[in-house]
Structure formats: C-alpha cells, structure tokens
C-alpha cells in the first residue's frame, strides 16, 4: 500500500514538474524545435519576422504595400511589379521553407534515436544555418527591391512601425492573437536571427 502511495506521489510530482516546464506540451511535436504555426508559416512561404531590419526602417515588403495600395495612390504599373515580387518572393521562400523543415525534422530524428554525433550534429546544424540565411536574404532582398518601385513620397507615407501593425499570429494553444499596437516580445523574432528560442508568446507578425 504504501509502495502504491509512493509511486502515485512520484507520478504527481513529475506531472506537476512537467506543467511548470517551459516546454510543457512540446513532447509530441512532430519536430520538436518548431510550433504547428511556425510550420505552417515555413510552408507557406511567410517572413515570421525574418525582414524586421528592412520593415523598421522603412523598407516595406511587396504584401504590405500591395495591402496599402490605394492609400499610397500606387500606378498600375507599380501594382504590376510589385504584385509580380511577392510572386517571386513566395516561389523561392517555399521551397527553402521545405527545406529547413527536412533539415530540422532530420536534427530531431538524430537525438530521437540517439544517433546523434559530434559530427553529425556539425554538420546538421551548419546546413539548417546555411538554410535560414538563405530564407532571411530571400526575405530582405523583396523588402529592397519593393522599396526601389515606390517614390519618395511613397515610402515617406509608410510610418516604419504602421507597416506591421497588421494582423498578427500567436502561437500559443489557444491561438491568441496580438493587439494591433503590441509589437510583441523582441524575443519572439529571435529566429530571424538564426535561434529557434522564441520569446513572450511566441508571437511574430503573420505577414513579414
């Protein structure tokens, strides 16, 4: 009885050990380094925060001023050609996307069957980098090459933090979602940055 006793307080605690745990709930992930949201934004081609030097600097990406069209009175033609980036910004981004996605399921099936070696982890980890870099330029070269389509005027129309001010993502599991003027945690970007550590609420701009 009392060894009955012993084994459920151990299970307890070791529940309420997990509860607390920043990881909590991220066991079953299919790749454990990544949220469902962050997958699908991979595979959808979306920036998750990866072109934030251009968009706090007033590069804006071609979706945004696509979205701001007629407020920055934008000729068909500039429509046109920008229309045609985020075409071509979407057709590279995906298949990069798809590719860290294989890289970091691959990382995560080395330590699920402790395959894992000095070596091997190297090398895993200097791809995904190679991977993420391509991604992030992928990214920021849309936001420039936007930025050379619009005049002047127009890009002094777009306030460097009204740009985001969009709709925005939270990977949490109730699918909160930011208020339209919280820029979210820092932290939450520091994928752009080459880490998967996110932040406060994991939360990013959907639309970056």
């Given amino acids: 009885m009392k060894s009955l006793a012993a084994v459920i307080g151990f299970a307890l605690l070791t529940s309420a050990a997990l509860a607390q745990s920043p990881y909590a709930g991220m066991q079953t ?3 454990k380094a990544l949220s469902q ?3 699908d934004d991979l595979k959808a ?3 998750m925060g990866l072109a934030l030097p251009a968009e706090l600097n007033g590069y804006p990406g071609p979706a945004h001023v696509l979205e701001l069209g007629d407020q920055l009175g934008l000729s068909a033609d500039q429509k046109a050609r920008i229309q045609g980036l985020f075409d071509s910004m979407k057709a590279e981004a995906v298949p990069l996307g798809a590719k860290l996605l294989e890289q ?3 990382l995560d099936r080395q330590f699920a069957s402790r395959l894992v070696t000095p070596e091997r982890l190297k090398a895993a980890t ?8 391509e991604l ?3 990214h920021l070269k849309y936001h420039l090459r936007t930025a050379q389509i619009l005049t002047p005027n127009q890009m002094q129309s777009i306030p460097r933090s009204g740009v985001i001010a969009q709709r925005r993502q939270c990977n949490m599991t109730a699918s909160i979602k930011c208020s339209r003027n919280d820029l979210c945690s820092a932290a939450a970007f520091s994928y752009a940055l080459g880490s998967l550590a996110f932040g406060k609420n994991n939360c990013w701009p959907s639309t970056l």
């Avoid at 200097?126 to 870099?133: E, H, L, P, R």
């Fill in 29 to 31: 992930r299919p790749i």
């Fill in 37 to 39: 949201q962050q997958i």
């Fill in 45 to 47: 081609g979306r920036g």
């Fill in 104 to 106: 970091e399921a691959a």
């Fill in 126 to 133: 200097k791809a995904i980098g190679v991977t993420q870099g």
């Fill in 136 to 138: 992030r330029d992928t």
